[in-house]
């Protein structure tokens, strides 16, 4: 038992000294490592330099010079044209990446050869999307979004591409290499948007229905005035001739009276619709020129003599590597 003892406290002795030694030699080619960094730095400390200055003169003077701007458009399509819009959207950006110039100016777009690309997105909105002027809508809409968040994430349901398309409010956005202005990029992006036969008699059609529906409220309410007016005179007689007359006015009179408010509230509500559905798609607000600072753009100063230095080290590595090989094959030989 003594002798198993005394080799277990052995070998436990062995294992701590190779730990020991393992840890130890990790510190020193730590140092070892730092030691030569510091060496190499030393060594070459004027090209190291001399890149770090190229590199932020370059990456200073390309922030100033190539710049990129971003540009948002929110639109409407009406009509559900949701689907067209998007499809133009696409062709657009396809016509960008070609490099299509002449389809580019052809729409009317400024210095075509400065955009850079175009993307639309939703403006996610749950709660317009819930609510709508019809109560049967909410319900519908409430059900449907009930059931599909049943087998997935409602944060990813509600910007799924089906789902997203049925929102009312749509944000296209777009980058270019200069400043431009709405007249140049914003109106002809709209007006090739608009530029659809098919919608266009659609709009015809739905701004007369929308007309006509005013104009037949305007005859009713002028209807319902003959008839309060009529009784009003009728009521202001029968107490001139100091009769007793029963006037059911909870019932026949406040219906006409509700009937006038609600097709007033109709009216004003078709004029709006009015002013929102005069195009296809409709602009509800933009914002151009806005610098972008994403990715690399703006960072080139910081960017670029890491990069220089580290290419630098890398063809050193190379060198001292391709050196060594060879003199080991030369041995070999």
Do not use: W
């Not at 000294?17 to 030569?36: E, P």
């Not at 109560?135 to 997203?164: H, P, W």
């Not at 409010?169 to 290499?177: A, G, L």
């Amino acid at each position: 038992m003594s002798t198993n003892k005394q080799v277990n406290f052995d070998d436990n002795e062995i294992d701590l000294m190779q730990l020991s030694n393992k840890v130890s030699g990790f510190f020193q080619s730590i140092n070892r490592s730092i030691f030569l960094m510091i060496q190499f730095v030393l060594k070459h400390i004027l090209i190291l330099g001399f890149l770090l200055i190229l590199g932020v003169g370059v990456g200073y003077y390309l922030d100033k010079t190539q710049k990129v701007y971003s540009n948002e458009l929110i639109v409407r399509p009406n009509f559900e044209s949701t689907d067209y819009v998007y499809s133009k959207v696409e062709l657009l950006k396809s016509k960008i990446k070609e490099n299509d110039t002449l389809f580019l100016k052809s729409i009317g777009i400024h210095n075509p050869s400065q955009l850079l690309n175009i993307e639309i997105s939703p403006v996610i909105d749950i709660y317009k999307f819930i609510s709508s002027t019809s109560t049967k809508d909410n319900d519908q809409n409430f059900q449907l979004l009930k059931l599909m968040a049943e087998d997935g994430d409602m944060k990813k349901i509600v910007a799924e591409k089906t789902t997203s398309k049925n929102y009312a409010f749509h944000k296209i956005t777009y980058t270019t290499r200069v400043l431009t202005t709405k007249k140049g990029t914003i109106d002809p992006i709209l007006n090739y948007l608009e530029n659809n036969e098919y919608f266009s008699n659609i709009k015809k059609e739905y701004i007369k229905n929308i007309q006509t529906k005013i104009r037949r409220n305007d005859e009713m309410i002028s209807q319902i005035d003959v008839v309060l007016n009529s009784f009003s005179k009728g009521k202001s007689d029968n107490l001139a001739n100091d009769k007793l007359v029963y006037y059911n006015e909870n019932t026949q009179l406040n219906d006409v009276i509700q009937t006038k408010n609600n097709l007033i509230s109709e009216i004003g509500k078709l004029n709006l619709d009015l002013i929102s559905i005069n195009k296809i798609v409709k602009e509800n607000s933009s914002t151009i020129n806005i610098l972008n600072s994403k990715s690399i753009n703006g960072k080139l100063k910081l960017i670029l003599p890491f990069l220089l230095i580290l290419m630098y080290l890398l063809l050193f590595l190379f060198i001292n590597f391709y050196k060594k090989q060879s003199i080991n094959f030369s041995k070999e030989l």
